[in-house]
């Protein structure tokens, strides 16, 4: 189930009594609000509030049932505390049955809530900032394909670039003599051979893309790399990408590149 198909299934969830915990938790290193850790402290003070207004309501059967998700809530957090990213948002209720967890890459403002549903419209903000897509990095040697959804990298792809030039051999820089011709009209064959087998190769690589897009659900696409080859991939597409960035982010990190495409 993709991440669209989850928030309409999480839009139609409803308990038909308070029994769903929505828990959304900023946990981003890099916010100076969350130094040295400081969101155990926000989850902690959130959930006893709720504990708090639950037991002042004197509803013992919705107070039994808080205490049993907050336990597995804070339980689920803590054994991954060493892996979190820049928020987590969870949605949890007993009956029926209901257990969501998201680790994302995406500005995440901490609240907690205890509805008979989830609380979706911070969740759906983010996912329309950052849906379901398809970064594509084309370079000489390569294309790179990131499938990403809520800021993260779900999938890594590369496809190999084979110039299919080895009839040339080691006399592609020499003349019948012997003698080395660079700038030659030998020399400039080759490169036009190379620059048709490479666009040759991204034509093929286009038509791969939109099926990835069809079959892995992109909502979008982006293309990142130096102009000419960002400008020769994006024409192979059917529809126009979201965007076109001219800049070579092969080298990155993924979290570079994510924050290249999606918060510049």
Not at 62 to 89: A, C, P, Q, W, Y
Not at 130 to 147: C, K, T
Request: with cysteine; proline share 4%; charged share 30%.
């Amino acid at each position: 189930m993709g991440l669209k198909e989850e928030i309409q299934y999480l839009k139609e969830y409803h308990s038909g009594e308070r029994s769903v915990l929505s828990v959304y938790l900023n946990t981003n290193p890099g916010d100076p609000e969350q130094l040295n850790g400081a969101w155990k402290i926000h989850l902690k003070n959130g959930l006893k509030d709720l504990d708090k207004y639950l037991a002042a309501s004197n509803n013992d059967t919705e107070l039994k049932s808080f205490k049993k998700l907050k336990k597995k809530v804070m339980d689920e957090i803590g054994d991954n505390r060493n892996d979190l990213h820049k928020g987590v948002v969870i949605f949890a209720s007993e009956n029926p049955p209901l257990w969501s967890v998201y680790y994302v890459q995406v500005p995440v403002k901490s609240s907690f809530h205890w509805e008979d549903h989830p609380v979706l419209e911070e969740m759906e903000y983010m996912y329309k900032a950052y849906p379901e897509a398809g970064i594509i990095l084309p370079s000489f040697g390569e294309v790179r394909i990131f499938d990403t959804a809520m800021g993260s990298i779900k999938d890594e792809l590369v496809y190999i670039f084979d110039a299919n030039l080895e009839e040339w051999g080691e006399e592609k820089n020499m003349d019948p003599d012997g003698q080395h011709v660079i700038g030659s009209s030998k020399v400039d064959f080759l490169e036009s051979r190379l620059r048709e087998n490479l666009y040759r190769f991204y034509k093929e690589m286009g038509t791969n893309v939109e099926q990835l897009k069809k079959s892995r659900g992109w909502s979008e696409i982006h293309v990142a790399g130096e102009a000419e080859l960002a400008i020769a991939f994006s024409e192979t597409l059917r529809d126009k990408p979201a965007s076109c960035i001219y800049k070579n982010l092969n080298n990155s990190q993924p979290n570079e590149v994510i924050h290249q495409i999606f918060e510049k």
